[in-house]
């Protein structure tokens, strides 16, 4: 019957196939070898009886089995998983005897289908995967729920302190929690219960005994060896403190255990976990009592070290055992492609909860997503993880035995490679062996650290001299080519006698002493070696006691290097970077360093960010807005000091970066409101009768890096806006001065890394918080100087209700057409800076307010506008200060030349203020620097004031 297939199969196979299908018609019912006859079995039953003799043995031990999976349409499913527990509790064993035949006899016909449709090819790899993983979470929850229905028989069911009935948690652990189990898995477990309690018995049991004894008998169940065989080999070695531990522990015990014992493996170890078996409500709840252990709240670059050191140990045992060709722990194994994998969810998890996915191929995709690693290489490792596995399933299907190693025998190695449909062991071997050296050299590219192994001898020797070697340090300086050896040797010094130094532990100052003769050795290629080195060392002494960011420079010199380069240029970027050391992370990717995103990018990439954090988590909302505003600003700041972007371009992007921020908080201060006040976001509406307006450097989009942000708040008023709003105790302005409130708290709340905006304070003390906030009638019905109104000239509705954005166009526009004289204004203005405390020097001169500054060109433009708006409406249109000065061109306000000479000023004074900004330098330049540009702005100033 099977003779027209033979030919498919090797012949060295053909005489054991054959004489294993002459045993199998002995005993098989001439009914069930027509069946599958029948149904085309036979073509597939030659290449998975050769490649597996675990199937061959089972079907003919039990000869109904093949034709039942036939029969029943399973063998041909890819859903039969979905049924398993329902398949099992069918089957309803009334004893312990009789679970473990149970078990055993489903896991046999469960596993002879997943492995025959795995080499047949008639499932995916994630199929298989998905199909054991299901199986084993079966068998232990089915288990579980017969050996704790026996236990309450005795001794009643536990209650917690709820009154309710108590059961354990069970998380599978590795590839288990992953859903990813390979064909032959041990199945790696720990029991934990919500809490402790006694029961009311003579012997006064506790809860913990219970379920001592209810997880023994589980385990039983699934890992005795019977003449059914097993389920599943079970493996408690990972639970706290191993072996020596109690088989389960309370929540409190075991959150404790972590946070004060844990180790870096135990981490690894936990990425996986997952709540497979028992109350899952309850295992979701020591999952995030766990997270905190797992997943740290900053960039863990540490981990490099520990998984390195981890990943050595396995290569020595290997080599002891001598077995090298092992798939899943030898060179460029499965083991290295979870190490890859790992490393960035450990460092990243925390702060990308994205990460914390426990499915090995959604992460690499995921890293592919965020650029964390190249494309291609994802795309190489994800091909070699999944031929690996199948090589991995291969081994262990073909005598249901756990096993990593390639065999070693010839008959072995071609059949193996005939299963995996290969022409012979060579052209196997040639794919295996190109996959692994992909996957070792991508792994290398990761993990390996050559800059730690060859530390610069003559840095190191600079670094390592004592405080009475001052000769050496010149001399290993002099050596490296420093300038400035003196200035570098004292900057050396004075860090290694700091405080911060002598306060340092052990993993610090180790991290310390590796690093400091690397940024030593490469300081010297900046253009003042010594200036770029004290600068950098006060960063290190900053961040020092957290080791974490020293480890980050330390994995990858790239990022040193970017530190050392921006530090040459700007001691303002490196200050920055130190109230939120999480920005280093942005310097591992020099080409998105240098290049800032457009606004809509920005919303986007914001509004993700955002969408993982607890509306309710005020702080975390906080932190979120305040590191995405820095990460975005130093992006700015290291494309503006490096040449990429013209200086037009810089305001521009830091404008977008606050609209953007301040939107998004906006929002989330009504989204927060409308919860409080009980509304839904539909009854609410999104700031439905509420808008944004912004004055100053925001309102006209010229922003520098301190600015403080000009902005007010406006509402349409009770008759204009959600009739739910109006409802709410206190009404609408009641809700839009807490929302108000709500923003002003996210935007000025001091973090550790700083608050996100400072805000322009307001003299009038009613004004109080610094935001404006009022009503549309009471805002348009304010009395203003001819200051105030000024300011209008340069305002701008950013975003709300678009209902308001037209009412706010027609008031400016009323506002600015509605007259006044050069002469009032220059007195207004007289006598506002009267209190700016600056005077014109004869060698410094004051960008903001020296004769002939940027002061005097915005008051010619804002003079302009105010005096000639109600005649020219068109000049309310724009709101840059170049934009309204070209206009103004037109009305015969200035002249051509005039707007030249203006122009060209202001574009020299702008550059001026942002370099000057980045060296933390007051706006103060030598008055010989701007001696050309003076005379023009004051010629056109005297002109356009003169009484």
């Known amino acids: 019957m099977i003779n027209q297939y033979l030919d498919s199969v090797p012949g060295q196979f053909q005489a054991d196939l054959e004489a294993a299908w002459e045993d199998f018609t002995r005993v098989a019912p001439e009914e069930e070898l027509q069946l599958l006859r029948k149904e085309g079995v036979l073509e597939s039953l030659v290449k998975v009886w050769t490649s597996s003799r675990f199937i061959m043995d089972a079907c003919t031990r039990e000869p109904t089995l093949l034709g039942d999976l036939v029969r029943s349409g399973d063998l041909r499913s890819a859903t039969v998983s979905a049924s398993y527990l329902e398949r099992l509790q ?112 003579r012997k006064g049991t506790s809860y913990s005994e219970f379920f001592i004894r209810v997880g023994r008998k589980l385990i039983q169940a699934l890992d005795n060896v019977t003449q059914d065989g097993f389920v599943f080999r079970v493996d408690m070695r990972l639970r706290p403190w191993g072996d020596s531990g109690t088989l389960v522990m309370t929540f409190d015990a075991m959150e404790k255990y972590y946070r004060e014992h844990g180790r870096e493996w135990e981490r690894y170890s936990m990425v996986k976990a997952r709540g497979i078996a028992g109350d899952m409500r309850r295992a979701r709840e020591l999952q995030a009592r766990l997270r905190p252990f797992v997943y740290r709240s900053y960039l863990d670059y540490g981990v490099f070290a520990e998984l390195r050191e981890l990943k050595q140990q396995i290569v020595d045992q290997q080599k002891q055992r001598n077995k090298m060709d092992n798939i899943k722990l030898g060179p460029g194994g499965i083991r290295d492609i979870e190490f890859i994998t790992q490393v960035f969810q450990l460092i990243r998890g925390g702060r990308d909860t994205g990460l914390q996915d426990r499915r090995l191929q959604h992460i690499l995709g995921r890293l592919a997503e965020d650029e964390v690693l190249p494309a291609r290489s994802v795309e190489e490792l994800l091909t070699a993880y999944r031929f690996l596995r199948v090589v991995e399933h291969r081994l262990q299907q073909y005598e249901d035995k756990q096993t990593n190693d390639l065999p070693t025998a010839d008959t072995d190695l071609q059949r193996l490679a005939f299963s995996l449909d290969f022409a012979d062991w060579n052209a196997l071997a040639q794919q295996l062996t190109a996959t692994r050296e992909t996957v070792q050299g991508i792994f290398e590219q990761v993990f390996s650290a050559p800059q730690l192994q060859e530390l610069p001898s003559q840095a190191e020797a600079a670094w390592a001299a004592g405080a009475d070697q001052r000769a050496v340090v010149l001399r290993e300086l002099a050596g490296l080519g420093y300038p400035d050896g003196e200035q570098a040797g004292d900057v050396i010094a004075t860090f290694r006698s700091s405080a911060v130094l002598e306060r340092l532990g052990e993993k610090g100052s180790k991290a310390i002493n590796q690093l400091m003769p690397l940024t030593i050795s490469a300081a010297v290629d900046t253009p003042a070696p010594a200036q770029t080195l004290a600068r950098v060392t006060r960063f290190f002494s900053r961040v020092a006691q957290r080791s974490m960011y020293l480890s980050l420079l330390l994995e990858h010199p790239l990022a040193l290097t970017e530190l050392l380069q921006l530090a040459a240029r700007s001691p303002w970027i490196v200050d920055y970077i130190s109230q939120d050391p999480l920005l280093l992370d942005e310097l591992l990717n020099p080409n998105k360093l240098y290049e800032p995103l457009i606004k809509s990018e920005l919303a986007s990439e914001l509004q993700q960010k955002l969408s993982a954090v607890d509306i309710n988590d005020i702080e975390a909302q906080i932190l979120e807005l305040r590191h995405f505003q820095q990460v975005y600003v130093l992006r700015v700041a290291a494309a503006d000091i490096t ?106 709340s001091r973090m550790v890394s700083g608050s996100i905006f400072q805000l322009y304070t307001h003299g009038d003390s009613e004004r109080g918080h610094a935001l404006v906030i009022s009503d549309m009638p009471g805002y348009q019905n304010r009395e203003l100087t001819d200051l105030e109104r000024a300011r209008y000239v340069q305002a701008r509705y950013l975003f709300g209700d678009t209902r308001l954005a037209a009412e706010f166009a027609d008031y400016r526009q009323r506002l600015l057409s509605s007259g006044c004289s050069i002469r009032q204004f220059v007195g207004a203005l007289q006598a506002a800076r009267e209190g700016v405390s600056w005077s014109d020097h004869t060698s410094l001169f004051s960008l903001d307010y020296g004769s002939g500054g940027l002061g005097d060109i915005h008051s010619i433009v804002t003079c302009g506008v105010l005096h000639l708006a109600a005649e020219q409406p068109e000049l309310t249109e724009d709101v840059e200060t170049m934009s309204l000065l070209h206009s103004l061109v037109s009305t015969g306000f200035v002249t051509m030349d005039e707007y030249r000479a203006l122009q060209r000023a202001y574009m020299k004074y702008r550059e001026k203020l942002h370099v000057l900004d980045l060296q933390h330098d007051d706006h103060l330049v030598p008055s010989d620097e701007v001696e050309e540009l003076r005379p023009g702005v004051e010629q056109v100033y005297a002109r356009v004031f003169a009484e």
């Open 643 to 748: 040449g990429s972007v013209p200086l037009i371009t810089v305001s521009d992007y830091l404008s977008d970066i606050a609209e953007v921020v301040l939107e998004a908080a906006t929002r989330l201060a009504w989204r927060a409101i409308s919860g409080k006040k009980n509304l839904s976001p539909d009854e609410a509406g999104e700031l439905s009768g509420l808008g944004v307006i912004a004055l100053g450097g925001l309102g006209s989009r010229e922003l520098s890096y301190d600015s403080a942000l000009h902005v007010e708040l406006v509402w349409r008023g009770e008759q204009a806006v959600e009739a739910s709003l109006i409802r709410v105790s206190g009404g609408v302005a009641s809700f839009c001065k807490a929302v108000a409130a709500r923003l002003h708290l996210l935007l000025t």
């Open 90 to 201: 069918a089957a309803g064993p009334q004893s312990e005897a009789d679970l473990h035949r149970v078990l055993r006899l489903f896991r046999r016909r469960e596993m002879v289908r997943i492995a025959w449709r795995d080499i047949a090819g008639w499932s995916e790899l994630s199929e298989t995967l998905m199909d054991v993983s299901l199986l084993a979470e079966t068998s232990v929850q089915f288990a579980l729920d017969f050996a704790y229905t026996q236990a309450c028989e005795r001794n009643g069911p536990p209650l917690g302190k709820d009154g309710q009935p108590l059961q354990m948690v069970v998380l599978g652990m590795g590839k288990l929690g992953a859903w990813e189990l390979n064909y032959s898995s041990d199945i790696d477990l720990i029991f934990a219960i919500p809490e402790e309690g006694y029961f009311d018995d």
